[in-house]
Nanobody
Framework: QVQLVESGGGLVQPGDSLRLSCVAS????????MDWYRQAPGKQRELVAT???????NYADSVKGRFTISRDNSQKKVYLQMNSLKPEDTAVYYC?????????WGQGTQVTVSS
């Protein structure tokens, strides 16, 4: 089962950019569909972006045009480039891997957007 570790979160101001990274260990990374989820305080975890093993991407309406998901199979990494950040983007961001077998979650990285 793949193990995931996120990094790159932090405190930024509205309008700033941030890039999250998620590195995988164990498993065959290239076969996994990778997602970024987020969970704000008091809210349900929501799907933010997806990239399939063939490179197709999909985004939540709330982040379209601002966030970009990408992957580097040689480095076993998935990224989330977040531009034009808003206070409502504040959440813990989680990396998620899924395939035919068990799915995996990272521990999360906090993103806070505040002036």
């Amino acid at each position: 089962q793949v193990q995931l570790v996120e990094s790159g979160g932090g405190l930024v101001q509205p309008g700033d950019s941030l890039r999250l990274s998620c590195v995988a260990s164990r498993g065959i990374f290239r076969i996994y569909t990778m997602d970024w989820y987020r969970q704000a305080p008091g809210k349900q975890r929501e799907l933010v972006a997806t990239i399939t093993n063939s490179g197709s991407t999909n985004y939540a309406d709330s982040v379209k045009g601002r966030f970009t998901i990408s992957r580097d199979n040689s480095q076993k990494k998935v990224y989330l480039q977040m531009n034009s950040l808003k206070p409502e983007d504040t959440a813990v961001y989680y990396c998620h891997a899924r395939s035919l077998g068990p799915e995996s979650w990272g521990q999360g990285t906090q993103v806070t957007v505040s002036s």
